[in-house]
């Protein structure tokens, strides 16, 4: 069973609604219980600093820690990707969940508006069960912030904003989109599909 983490960092609708139309058994934690549950979703949008301290508040912390150290699979989407790094910068420096080397800087302006929101291009560039899936694609993004890993081997997926970042990360049991499957229309259900049972496997 699916759980999606529910810490207070945005509506869930649109990701409870995906996971429906997917037809996969799922349950949304507020609390950290996880009986039955084989893989983790941890979502979100808003503010890094929030965030943690929300997951904090709900005493997810070293749940999440525990659940990766055994070798279960998780997936981080939007900002719940961004929470694996190490700080972020975002309204002052924060510490994430350190399961990722890494930081979260703001995106330069460099003409173009921020947040960046809307469909763009995601370029498969490291090596991972997503090769497996047809890309380049276009996907859904809204966010101000993205992701400098420490290694780029896991930097599985790229898109371009001005610069050049990460829109896909990996390493061994978490996975990472910076964008929204759930609001990229039919292409986003089938990457969340492939994305999960991949990520099943590989565990």
Known sequence: ???????????????VNAIRILEKPFRVLIEPELREISLLILPGVGAFGSAMRNLIKFSWIEKIESWIKKGNPLLGICLGMQLLFERSEEEGFHEGLKLLRGSIKKLPEKDLPIPHMGWNVVNLKGKSFLEHFQFPQYFYFAHSYYAVPEEEKIIIGETHYGINFP???GEENLLGF???PEKSGEIGLKLLNFSLEGLKRSC
Not at 1 to 15: C, E, H, P, R
């Open 178 to 180: 910076q964008f929204h």
């Open 167 to 169: 829109s896909i990360i």
């Open 1 to 15: 069973m699916i759980g999606i983490i529910d810490y207070g960092a945005g509506n869930l609708k649109s990701l």
